[in-house]
T-cell receptor, first 116, second 111 residues
Framework: NAGVTQTPKFQVLKTGQSMTLQCAQD?????MYWYRQDPGMGLRLIYYSASEGTTDKGEVPNGYNVSRLNKREFSLRLESAAPSQTSVYFC???????????????FGPGTRLTVL | RKEVEQDPGPFNVPEGATVAFNCTYS??????FFWYRQDCRKEPKLLMSVYSSGNEDGRFTAQLNRASQYISLLIRDSKLSDSATYLCVGDVNNAGNMLTFGGGTRLMVKP
């Protein structure tokens, strides 16, 4: 099992460019998440998908869109990148999305994005 | 006030020391809490869930104090390999999917 995989690992964009971050999990999890991590800010939830076919906004959704392509894949799109979106992006998945103590979130290795 | 707040540290301790981190949360109705560990430039990984009665896993003990709205992590007999950032996490919005992460506490264990 690869767990949660993300591509690319690194990316540099110019302001206004667009890109899609890819995420896939092979654990048959129902829920998937996109976070960003900035120094001193902790991880902040951008969007999540409780189950295939559904997506919901998290704490910081502005400037992003997501697609739950199927049960395995959840992509994050930046339509017009801004320097404020320079961050490390993590994808995660969990079995049920209940938030209960038994519902561990498993994270991918992250994508380091720089917007110039 | 941040929903989940931690002392960023760093905590510098010698090998073998006992170290404790506290984390406060804002929503008294929160139910689920976790400690995650994050190594430098790596993804967070679950260290342990925090149960109301407290729980222990080897050298690690987690406690929940609902009256004062804080959770704690105690690490006994610190190892060099314990050096990492420890993230306090809770479902402070009682929204199931939306866990809230603290900013993390950095621990450095020295020989």
């Amino acid at each position: 099992n690869a767990g949660v995989t993300q591509t690319p690992k690194f990316q540099v964009l110019k302001t206004g460019q667009s890109m899609t971050l890819q995420c896939a999990q092979d654990m048959n999890h129902n829920s998937m998440y996109w976070y960003r991590q900035d120094p001193g800010m902790g991880l902040r939830l951008i969007y999540y998908s409780a189950s295939e076919g559904t997506t919901d906004k998290g704490e910081v959704p502005n400037g992003y869109n997501v697609s739950r392509l199927n049960k395995r894949e959840f992509s994050l799109r930046l339509e017009s990148a801004a320097p404020s979106q320079t961050s490390v992006y993590f994808c995660a998945s969990s079995l049920s999305g209940s938030g209960m103590s038994t519902d561990t979130q498993y994270f991918g290795p992250g994508t380091r994005l720089t917007v110039l | 006030r941040k929903e989940v707040e931690q002392d960023p540290g760093p905590f510098n301790v010698p090998e073998g020391a006992t170290v404790a981190f506290n984390c406060t949360y804002s929503n008294s109705a929160s139910q689920s809490f976790f400690w995650y560990r994050q190594d430098c430039r790596k993804e967070p990984k679950l260290l342990m869930s925090v149960y109301s009665s407290g729980n222990e896993d080897g050298r690690f003990t987690a406690q929940l104090n609902r009256a004062s709205q804080y959770i704690s992590l105690l690490i006994r007999d610190s190892k060099l390999s314990d050096s990492a950032t420890y993230l306090c996490v809770g479902d402070v919005n009682n929204a199931g999917n939306m866990l809230t992460f603290g900013g993390g506490t950095r621990l450095m264990v020295k020989p």
